[in-house]
Nanobody, 118 residues
Framework: QVPVVESGGGSVQAGGSLRLTCAAPRTIFSVFMGYDVAWYRQAPGKQRELVASMNHNGYTNYADSVKGRFAISRENARKRAFLQMNNLEPEDAAVYYC?????????WGQGTRVTVSS
């Protein structure tokens, strides 16, 4: 099992920004480099949905609802990934989860909550 720790959630007003961090502190960086990284979110009463992903080659993919506002990145040497969220909307409020995929083995964090007030 690979511990995954998310941080950076909080409460902001609509139009604000947050930067989420996903850390895998007990993973060596050469292994982290091979992970595909993704951010998911789950709002109350809704299914968990993919927000953004970046594979180990740096290819990114975004949900249509966040394109142009969110950006995923990673720093392999620090074994971290990030989700920069700009121009937040009330609809973005959810618990955000980091997912690491090691050739099909999935590792999840406990989530970090984002609240957006209008």
């Amino acid at each position: 099992q690979v511990p995954v720790v998310e941080s950076g959630g909080g409460s902001v007003q609509a139009g604000g920004s947050l930067r989420l961090t996903c850390a895998a502190p007990r993973t060596i960086f050469s292994v982290f480099m091979g992970y595909d990284v993704a951010w998911y979110r789950q709002a109350p009463g809704k299914q968990r949905e993919l927000v953004a992903s970046m594979n180990h080659n740096g290819y990114t993919n975004y949900a249509d609802s966040v394109k142009g506002r969110f950006a995923i990145s990673r720093e392999n040497a620090r074994k971290r990934a990030f989700l920069q969220m700009n121009n937040l909307e009330p609809e973005d409020a959810a618990v955000y989860y980091c997912n690491l995929d090691d050739e099909g083995r999935q590792y999840w964090g406990q989530g970090t909550r984002v609240t957006v007030s209008s």
